[in-house]
């Protein structure tokens, strides 16, 4: 499939079907996370995959109740990939202070879409969730607490191949030549 | 190409050859960029292209001179792309607030990587340069002082085709399955 093709395909989904997913597939997912780009290759992400039915329902109860709850359909997929941003000790933490940037997360957006676009080559569905209960969820995952969750991918077979059309800006509005 | 093939194939290309890039390849990267998720759908990007020799020239000198000019290579690039990135007034912010996480990061590391592997697929290289001049770069290229240049991409045809291995953290590292 070209790139663009799997671009265009890719899309939240929200209804998973109960088939489950393999650890040799998840894990193929992760190698393309894995060998993401990152500031002065800080690689500063490392990922708990929650496929026990047990925790993950323990999992999903801590990070989408209450005011959370908009993401509650993340119940549904076989799998939820809790995502640990490191954020100090590296070159790269020193070039974003005195840039003002925050590398880490721009690291983090790489390596998780690689996991993202390579699990819809392979036909599954995911979703990025940033909307949770942390503190709950480092809670129940045993994550010490210097160490930051900022996205959860849910991931599973789609219930329906359904093929939305993209929201987008134009083209010519998000892009121009030179000072013209 | 399978997804994987192209992110091993990927790399930092940091010596370009004199070959022009077309715009219709240029539009072609932008359009896989322009297709990316993004929290709330809030698309905070926009992209400036550099082709222009003379102006190139200018921007090159305002973005790596001094304590910048690790990156200086770039200028055997016949392209660079100007990323913007907008920050404020939407429901990502809002939500980012209170989860104390810069979302716009996040959703900037996916478009540029998306814009970034669509030029690997068409031969081209390209390099992430976060370490810049930003306000020169801002004042030779007219960007509003309240917009946030957090990233320039490099673009080219490269001047070798040199393989390199990738050195990352073995996936033992960086992944577990559920708590133990």
């Known amino acids: 499939m070209h790139f663009l093709e799997l671009v265009k395909k890719r899309k939240s989904t929200r209804k998973y079907s109960r088939r489950p997913v393999s650890r040799e597939i998840i894990d193929k997912c992760l190698e393309a996370a894995r060998l993401a780009p990152s500031a002065c290759n800080s690689q ?6 929650v496929d026990d039915e047990k925790l993950k329902d323990a999992v999903n109860k801590a990070a989408f109740s209450g005011i959370y709850s908009m993401n509650s359909f993340a119940n549904s997929a076989p799998v ?3 995502v640990i941003t490191r954020r100090r000790g590296y070159m790269a933490r020193l070039g974003g202070y005195f840039r003002g940037v925050q590398y880490s997360l721009i690291d983090i ?4 879409e690689h996991l993202i676009l390579q ?3 392979k036909g599954l569905g995911t979703c990025w969730l940033g909307w949770f209960n942390e503190k709950e969820v480092k809670k129940i995952l045993r994550i010490p607490k210097d160490k930051k969750v900022d996205i959860i991918i849910s991931m599973g077979y789609p219930e329906d191949g359904e093929i939305r059309d993209k929201k ?13």
């Open 109 to 112: 957006g790489i390596a998780c």
């Open 168 to 180: 987008r800006k134009a083209l010519s509005e998000i892009r121009r030549f030179n000072i013209s």
């Open 44 to 49: 500063p992400w490392s990922f708990i995959v």
């Open 119 to 121: 699990a819809e080559e």
């Open 80 to 82: 939820l990939i809790i």
